[in-house]
């Protein structure tokens, strides 16, 4: 059994009633390690908040999306006619300026047929010359001949007038000898003669005027060719017409030549060829797939959940798995208006009536501005996006 040793008051050593005893080294140590784990969880409490601050106010307030993608307007060149592909002047990575040559489509046939049409188009032109020269000389005929009518008629008309003063004279004989007749102071052979003067002159002015009746239907006659001129006139109007039609046809085997050479329509890259010299192609066969690697954006879906977040010209911002150190800066400048799974070629109906609800998501596009041709259609990028809230 412990002894318990009591000291007196007034001996050496002995302690006073307001003092305790001193604390052991061993007991102070045990002390302070106990304390030493809860200093120690709570500095790494701190410093995993301090090192996490950064990433949960990220979240908190920025949108992730880590499965988007670089998209440019990637252009197919298709064949729009049918032939055997003569020439491929260029391979995937090849780069173009705008109007080079892509691709050429054997262009004989369309070149024959361009010639025939061309023959064919100089042989109505020629008629349509023959029916013109035709036309004109009868317009100068008929000029001639409606001169010379109008001439024949004026001079019978005087012939007529003439005939008509001679015939007065004539009458007026005939009745002055008439009535010396009759009071028996001329012959009966100068009454015989007036009146076959009168008989005679009556003649004349009937023949007078009917040369200017005759006159007068030659010019009708010469009229009546006149009509000629309008009837050549139709049948070039109908030549025209068959001209039109060849012409339209030569237009369309010149736009038939054109299309048997394909060439590119802007600065860009040659990013596949499907074809090789020697094929045979048809309308709708594609050539080969060309961009423009200066105009890029990014595509990302984002979820149904967070899309209420995203504003148009929000700001983002990107960075390329294929070059970590890269960051790039955008904005959002395009939401979609239906979810992705109303594109799917294979619809997903609930005929068992049994729902699952699943997340969709809905494509959004990002402006952003190439770097250095560092960034190719198809590359995965992540995206960062403030959001709205």
Do not use: C
């Not at 601050?53 to 049918?82: C, F, Y």
């Not at 010359?129 to 005929?141: N, S, Y």
């Amino acid at each position: 059994m412990d002894k318990v040793v009591e000291l007196k008051a007034n001996e050496p050593g002995a302690i006073s009633g307001s003092d305790t005893l001193p604390e052991r080294p061993e007991a102070r140590a045990r002390r302070r390690r106990g304390k030493l784990p809860f200093l120690l969880v709570l500095i790494a409490v701190m410093a995993l908040g301090i090192v996490a601050w950064p990433s949960l106010a990220e979240r908190w307030s920025h949108i992730a999306i880590d499965d988007a993608r670089v998209a440019a307007n990637l252009v197919t060149v298709g064949s729009e006619v049918s032939g055997r592909v003569t020439a491929v002047p260029v391979i995937a990575g090849d780069r173009v300026s705008k109007g080079q040559l892509l691709a050429t489509i054997d262009s004989e046939q369309t070149l024959l047929e361009l010639t025939a049409l061309d023959a064919q188009i100089r042989g109505v032109e020629s008629e349509q010359d023959q029916l013109r020269a035709q036309q004109e000389m009868i317009r100068t005929e008929v000029d001639a001949k409606l001169a010379a009518g109008r001439t024949q008629v004026t001079a019978a008309e005087a012939a007529h007038r003439a005939s008509e003063a001679t015939l007065a004279n004539a009458r007026h004989r005939h009745e002055r000898a008439t009535r010396l007749a009759e009071s028996n102071v001329t012959s009966e052979q100068a009454l015989e003669e007036a009146q076959a003067a009168l008989t005679l002159a009556q003649e004349e002015e009937r023949a007078a005027a009917a040369g200017i009746d005759t006159a007068r239907a030659n010019i009708r006659v010469t009229q009546s060719e006149a009509a000629q001129i309008a009837m050549i006139e139709r049948q070039i109007a109908t030549l025209e017409a068959q001209k039109s039609s060849l012409l339209a046809q030569r237009g369309q085997k010149r736009i038939d030549l054109q299309r048997r050479e394909m060439h590119a329509q802007f600065d860009g890259v040659i990013d596949g060829t499907f074809i090789d010299a020697g094929e045979y192609v048809s309308p709708g066969t594609r050539l080969l797939i060309y961009h423009d690697p200066s105009v890029v954006w990014v595509d990302a879906n984002v979820k149904e959940t967070d899309f209420g977040r995203v504003t148009l010209g929000a700001p983002a911002t990107i960075t390329v798995d294929a070059y970590p150190a890269l960051e790039l800066h955008g904005k959002v400048t395009r939401l979609g208006e239906a979810a992705t799974s109303q594109f799917a070629l294979l619809p997903s109906p609930n005929p068992s009536g049994n729902f699952t609800k699943i997340t969709q998501r809905l494509p959004i596009r990002i402006a952003i501005e190439q770097k250095d041709e560092l960034l190719r259609p198809g590359m995965m990028v992540e995206a960062s996006i403030d959001a709205d809230d």
